[in-house]
């Protein structure tokens, strides 16, 4: 079991950035693939940016790419998501989520692969 608490969201303004983390405990959290989920009202929630747990390998949604940076710190059992330049339409509840890899290369990128999510994080961007 792992549990998944995210954190950084808030009000910014077009343009500008945010930080989001998401602190994991429970199991080891370098054998567990991540990712970044987001849903706006009335959408379906959304792929954003996922990251394999040994190579570090990373992908991202076209809608964020250049935009957003995922990244991990193991040692702290923490998933990070660095957003910049943010537009209005990236307003949303952003989820951080996780899944059981033994091998430790593969990005996954859709929401049915995930075992376990967080409450998640508001993030509003004014126009």
């Known amino acids: 079991q792992v549990q998944l608490v995210e954190s950084g969201g808030g009000l910014v303004q077009a343009g500008g950035s945010l930080r989001l983390s998401c602190a994991a405990s429970?199991?080891?959290?370098?054998?567990?693939?991540m990712g970044w989920f987001r849903q706006a009202p009335g959408k379906e929630r959304e792929f954003v940016a996922a990251?394999?747990?040994?190579?570090?390998?990373?992908r991202y949604a076209e809608s964020v790419k250049g935009r957003f940076t995922i990244s991990r710190d193991n040692a702290k059992n923490t998933l990070y998501l660095q957003m910049s330049s943010l537009k209005p339409e990236d307003t949303a509840v952003y989820y951080c989520?996780?899944?059981?890899?033994?091998?430790?290369?593969?990005?996954?990128?859709?929401?049915?692969?995930?075992?376990?999510w967080g409450q998640g994080t508001q993030v509003t961007v004014s126009s």
């Open positions: 990251i394999s747990w040994r190579w570090h390998n990373t």
């Open positions: 429970g199991r080891t959290f370098s054998s567990y693939g």
């Open positions: 989520a996780a899944t059981r890899d033994y091998g430790g290369s593969i990005v996954y990128t859709t929401a049915a692969e995930y075992d376990y």
